[in-house]
C-alpha cells in the first residue's frame, strides 16, 4: 500500500520537476530560436488538421512549416533538428495509429453483418469464425474467416517445419562448426536470398510445383497448401538462419570454454551448453520466420486455388483453397461493399496476430538479454 | 449493366460531358481543319509539283471531310478506339506491324483484302469515294472516339452530337425504343461480341468431349457432375476453373449459363482473375474446363461447341450456328449506331462507311475485336453487315 501512495506522491513531484526543468530550457534558449520552432509546431499541427479535413488550404501551413524549418535549419540548426527528429517520430507513429484506425474501421459493417445470437445475446462479428461457409454472390451470403485462418495456419505450421529444423541447423553449423571463410561467404550468401522477390517463388510454384504435385501426388488440379507451405518455408529460411546465428554467437565463449574444460565433446556442448543458452534468440528467430511466412502475399496468390472453403479432412495438405493474405490479393480489384469489408476485416486478424508474435518475439529477446546481459 | 445504372445517377454530369464532348469535337474539327489547310498551301508553294496534287489541294480545301465522332460503352471502346488509333496514323503498306506487309511481318487478312498499294486509311476510305492523302498522320479524315456510357452513346447519336453511338445493349433497352422507332431512327451496326466460349483442355478434347450441352456445363459448375466419364469422356475427374469472385465475367456467366446473377457455383475448384492465368491453368493440367476470351485458346485449350436445346453452336466461324453467333447465350453484340437523316436516307454517310467497314474485314475483326479480347463475327454475320453499308465506289 505504501508504495502505491509514495506513486501517487510521486506524480506531482515528476510533474513539477518537468515544469521546472522546461522553464530552465525556455530560460537558456534564445527566444528566436524558440519562435521558430513554435512556428514549426503550429504550423505543422496546423498541416495535420487541414490534412483531416481534406482541406485545399492544406498546402499553406505545411510551407510555413517548411520555410520556419528552413529557417531554424540555417540559423539555429541544434535546436530545429531536435525538433524535426521529434517530430519525424510523432509523424510515423501518427501514421501508424491512423492506419490502424482506418482498417478497424473499414472492417465495421461486415462485423455488424456477421452477427451471430448466443444464448439470446447477439455478439457482432461471431458468425465469422462459428461457421465454415464464404459465398460472396449467391445466397444466404456469408463470409467466414474460418477457410482462410485455416489456410494460413497449414500454411504457416508448414513453412515453420521447413524453415525451423534446416533455419537452426544451418545456424548452429555456421556459427559453431564452420571454419571462419566458410561463415564470411554463407552468410551473406543466406542474407541474399531474402532479397529474391516473392513472385519469383510463386512463379516457379505456379508453372513447375504445382503441376508436377498435381501429376504425382494425383490431385484434382493445382494448387496444395503443402507446396505453398514449402515455398513460404524457403522464403523465412534466410530470417531464420541469420538472425539465429546471431543468437548463438552472442552466447560468451567463457561458457563454451568451461564446457569444454570439464571433458565434453564439440556436440556436446552445442546442444547442453550452447543450445540452451541461446533457445530464446533461436526461438525469436522461428518467430520472426513465422511472422513472415504469415505475412507472404505474392506467392501464396498465385499458387492457391482462391476458393474459400476447408479441405476434407481438415488436415489435408494436398489441396491448397485461400490464406488471408491471398484472399485480400485476389480480391481487392473486383470487390466492393461488403465483400470489400470482409478483406478489411481479413487485414484486422492478420494484423492482430502479427503484432501478437512480434510482442511475443520481443519478449523473449528481452528474456534473453537479461539472462545473459550481464555477460554479454 | 452496372456502368449504365451508375450513368442515369448523374444525369447532370452526362449531359455536361456530352456538351464538353461536342464542344471539344468541334474544337478538334476547327483546329484540324485550319491546320490541313495551312499543310495544303505549303505544299503547293514549295513542291508545287503535278497536277493531281493541285486538284486534291483545291477539292480539300473547298469541301474537307469533316472529323468523325463516335462515343459511347466503355466495352466497345477498346475496338472503336484502336481502330481510330490505327485509321488517324494512316501507317504505309510497307510498315508490316500495323498495315501492309513487308519483311518483317504482314498483318492478318492482308491477302483478302488484295494487298492494296495504299496506306490504311487511304484504302478504307477510298473505298467510299475519299482521295488518298498519302501522308502519315494525315487521313482522309480524322477520326475521335470519346468513352462514356451505352445509354450516353445511343443518345448522343440520336441527338446528332455524334456521328456513331457505341453500345453494348441495344438500343431499344438503353432508350426505351419500339423496334419500328429503332428501325426508322437509326441503323444498327454490329462490331464484334463479347463473350466467354467454354474451353477443356486438350486431353479431354482428344477423348472426345469437344460437345457439352448448357445443361452439363451447368452441371458441372454446380457439382451435379464430377467426372467426364459422365459427358462421354474417359474416366477423369473435372478439374472446374472459374473467375475471379463477383467479377463482372463471373457474373455474366452465372447469369447466362447457370441462370441467374447470383447462382451458387459449388462445383469451381480453383478461381484465377486474369484470362492468361486461366489459360495457363487449363494448359498444365488434365481434365480442366473454363471459360475464358478467344484470343487465349490454341491447340493445348480448345473451345468446345455448345448444344443449347437442341441447337448446336460450333467454334468453327463457317457452321450454321457458331459460338460468334449473337444468339449463343454466353455472347452479346457490340453495337455503333448511325443515325438516318434527310441526307443519308440509307442511315449511313460515307465517312461512317468506311470506318465501320474497316471493322467487317478480316484484318478489322482479328486486329481490333480478337485483339481486344473480344469474339469476332463469323463469316455470314460479316456479310449481311457489309450489307447494311452504301455501295462502295
Known amino acids: ?147 482462410m485462418i485455416h489456410g494460413t495456419v497449414m500454411v504457416t505450421i508448414i513453412a515453420t517445419m521447413v524453415a525451423g529444423p534446416l533455419g537452426v541447423a544451418a545456424a548452429l553449423f555456421l556459427s559453431e562448426i564452420a571454419p571462419p571463410a566458410v561463415r564470411e561467404t554463407v552468410k551473406p550468401g543466406v542474407e541474399i536470398l531474402a532479397g529474391i522477390p516473392s513472385i519469383v517463388y510463386g512463379f516457379i510454384g505456379f508453372t513447375l510445383l504445382g503441376p508436377w504435385a498435381s501429376d504425382k501426388f494425383d490431385i484434382l488440379g493445382q494448387g496444395t497448401y503443402l507446396f505453398v507451405g514449402i515455398v513460404v518455408g524457403m522464403m523465412a529460411l534466410p530470417t531464420v538462419v541469420s538472425v539465429a546465428e546471431d543468437a548463438l554467437a552472442a552466447v560468451p565463449e567463457s561458457m563454451k570454454s568451461g564446457s569444454l574444460a570439464i571433458g565434453t565433446t564439440d556436440w556436446q556442448t552445442m546442444t547442453s551448453i550452447t543450445l540452451p543458452a541461446a533457445i530464446s534468440g533461436v526461438s525469436a528467430a522461428v518467430l520472426l520466420g513465422v511472422g513472415r511466412a504469415i505475412g507472404e502475399t505474392m506467392a501464396a496468390t498465385v499458387m492457391l486455388r482462391g476458393v474459400p472453403r476447408l479441405t476434407e479432412p481438415i488436415y489435408n495438405v494436398f489441396y491448397g483453397q485461400e490464406t488471408l493474405t491471398s484472399l485480400i490479393a485476389r480480391n481487392y480489384g473486383e470487390a466492393d461493399g461488403l465483400q470489400m469489408d470482409a478483406l478489411f476485416v481479413a487485414g484486422v486478424i492478420l494484423f492482430v496476430t502479427v503484432l501478437a508474435i512480434s510482442i511475443v518475439s520481443q519478449y523473449i529477446e528481452w528474456r534473453m538479454r537479461r539472462k545473459l546481459g550481464g555477460e554479454a | 449493366m452496372p456502368q449504365d445504372e451508375a450513368g442515369t445517377g448523374a444525369g447532370v454530369s452526362r449531359r455536361k460531358f456530352i456538351a464538353a464532348t461536342g464542344a471539344v469535337g468541334a474544337a478538334g474539327l476547327a483546329g484540324c481543319q485550319s491546320e490541313s489547310s495551312g499543310d495544303d498551301t505549303t505544299e503547293t508553294t514549295t513542291s508545287g509539283n503535278n497536277n493531281q496534287n493541285t486538284q486534291t489541294t483545291t477539292q480539300s480545301g473547298s469541301s474537307e471531310p469533316e472529323m468523325l465522332t463516335a462515343e459511347g460503352s466503355s466495352t466497345v471502346y477498346p475496338i472503336a478506339n484502336t481502330g481510330s488509333s490505327y485509321w488517324n496514323s494512316n501507317p504505309p503498306n510497307s510498315d508490316g506491324e500495323y498495315w501492309g506487309s513487308n519483311d518483317e511481318g504482314t498483318v492478318p487478312g492482308w491477302e483478302d483484302l488484295g494487298s492494296p498499294d495504299m496506306r490504311l486509311a ?132 452465372r447469369l447466362n449459363m447457370l441462370g441467374s446473377a447470383d447462382a451458387p457455383m459449388p462445383g469451381v475448384n480453383t478461381r484465377f482473375g486474369q484470362n492468361q492465368q486461366v489459360a495457363q491453368a487449363v494448359q498444365q493440367n488434365e481434365g480442366a474446363i473454363a471459360y475464358m476470351a478467344l484470343a487465349f485458346t490454341g491447340p493445348q485449350v480448345q473451345p468446345v461447341a455448345i448444344n443449347f436445346e437442341g441447337t448446336v453452336y460450333k467454334p468453327d466461324k463457317d457452321a450454321e450456328h457458331t459460338i460468334f453467333d449473337s444468339d449463343y447465350p454466353l455472347n452479346r453484340d457490340l453495337h455503333q449506331y448511325t443515325k438516318i437523316t434527310d441526307d443519308t436516307p440509307n442511315g449511313t454517310d460515307m465517312r461512317e462507311a468506311a470506318f465501320i467497314n474497316m471493322f467487317l474485314t478480316t484484318f478489322g475483326q482479328t486486329v481490333f475485336v480478337e485483339g481486344n479480347n473480344y469474339i469476332p463475327l463469323p463469316t455470314k454475320d460479316i456479310e449481311s453487315e457489309k450489307a447494311k453499308l452504301p455501295d462502295q465506289a
Not at chain 2, 437509326?186 to 474451353?199: A, N
Open chain 1, 1 to 147: 500500500m505504501s508504495s502505491l501512495q509514495d506513486r501517487v506522491a510521486a506524480v506531482p513531484g515528476a510533474f513539477s520537476r518537468a515544469l521546472r526543468r522546461s522553464r530552465e530550457f525556455v530560460a537558456e534558449t534564445d527566444p528566436v530560436a524558440l519562435a521558430v520552432v513554435g512556428i514549426m509546431t503550429v504550423s505543422l499541427l496546423g498541416a495535420l488538421v487541414g490534412f483531416l479535413l481534406v482541406s485545399a488550404l492544406t498546402a499553406v501551413p505545411f510551407v510555413v512549416f517548411l520555410a520556419s524549418a528552413a529557417y531554424g535549419w540555417v540559423f539555429h540548426q541544434g535546436l530545429t533538428a531536435r525538433a524535426l527528429t521529434f517530430a519525424m517520430t510523432v509523424s510515423t507513429i501518427l501514421i501508424l495509429l491512423l492506419i490502424i484506425v482506418f482498417i478497424f474501421a473499414e472492417s465495421v459493417p461486415m462485423i455488424r453483418y456477421e452477427s451471430a445470437t448466443v444464448f439470446g445475446v447477439s455478439v457482432p462479428g461471431l458468425r465469422m469464425f462459428i461457421q465454415p461457409n464464404w459465398d460472396a454472390v449467391s445466397p444466404p451470403i456469408r463470409y467466414s474467416m474460418v477457410p
Open chain 2, 122 to 253: 487511304d484504302y478504307f476510305a477510298s473505298l467510299y469515294g475519299f482521295e488518298p492523302t498519302g501522308q502519315q498522320a494525315t487521313p482522309p479524315f480524322m477520326t475521335s472516339i470519346g468513352l462514356s456510357h451505352s445509354g450516353t452513346g445511343c443518345k448522343s447519336v440520336w441527338d446528332g452530337l455524334v456521328d456513331i453511338g457505341n453500345s453494348s445493349g441495344p438500343i431499344t433497352a438503353e432508350l426505351g425504343w419500339s423496334e419500328s422507332q429503332r428501325d426508322q431512327r437509326v441503323v444498327d451496326h454490329v462490331v464484334g461480341r463479347d463473350g466467354q466460349p467454354v474451353v477443356v483442355s486438350s486431353d479431354v478434347y482428344d477423348a472426345g468431349v469437344t460437345e457439352l450441352t448448357g445443361e452439363e456445363v451447368r452441371k458441372i459448375y454446380q457439382n451435379e457432375i464430377t467426372n467426364w466419364s459422365e459427358v462421354g469422356g474417359h474416366d477423369q475427374e473435372i478439374y472446374v476453373i472459374g473467375r475471379a469472385e463477383g467479377s463482372g465475367t463471373d457474373t455474366s456467366f
